[in-house]
């Protein structure tokens, strides 16, 4: 029900959809009809829309900062910020880092450059590498991650331009230590 009434109102805020389901469900509390929308959420486009509050303020990972959908921010507003469209400099630099990224294999990361891969259930973190913690994250859902499946909230350009970035980013990283 709330899935299906979210995706008919895309254009409503979060505090006008928290206060149509807060006038359905009576008796529910706040924080229920929070947690409430952010499954909605996740299970529409795989984005945890309150992730924000689980970190500090100035948490950022090489130009990545969780987003949170804002109260007075429509759906179809905080979807479009979740996945930005590339540009022609996005699509290049793909290309490029396509060239080394054949020979990256992922018990070659962990063996010689001790990468440690993490699950995520945020798509907006698939393939984000964290040098601090020698970490990259895949996203564990994978048939939702399949451009066949993620119909238009998956970017398929933005999936290379991350995969790329990722593998140029561990190249470095592994040159560094070595």
């Known amino acids: 029900m709330i899935l299906c009434d979210l995706k008919a109102n895309h254009h409503t805020t979060y505090l006008e959809f928290k206060q149509r389901l807060r006038a359905r469900w009576q008796a529910a509390l706040d924080n229920e009809v929070d947690h409430a929308i952010n499954i909605a959420v996740h299970l529409m486009v795989m984005v945890d829309c309150t992730i924000v509050d689980s970190h500090s303020k100035g948490y950022k990972i090489d130009g990545y900062r969780p987003s949170k959908w804002q109260s007075n921010e429509r759906f179809i507003d905080f ?40 699950p995520t259930d945020d798509l907006r973190e698939h393939l984000l590498y964290d ?38 980013m561990i190249i470095i990283e592994a040159k560094r230590l070595h």
């Open 79 to 118: 979807v479009h910020n979740a996945f930005p469209v590339d540009t022609e400099a996005d699509r290049l630099q793909i290309l490029e880092a396509q060239k080394n990224c054949n020979m990256l294999k992922a018990w070659k990361l962990k063996k010689r450059a001790h990468v440690i891969f993490e």
């Open 131 to 168: 040098p601090r913690e020698n970490t990259v994250r895949l996203f564990r859902h994978t048939a939702f991650s399949k451009p066949s499946y993620g119909g238009p909230w998956l970017n398929r350009h933005r999936m290379k331009r991350e995969i790329a970035f990722t593998c140029e």
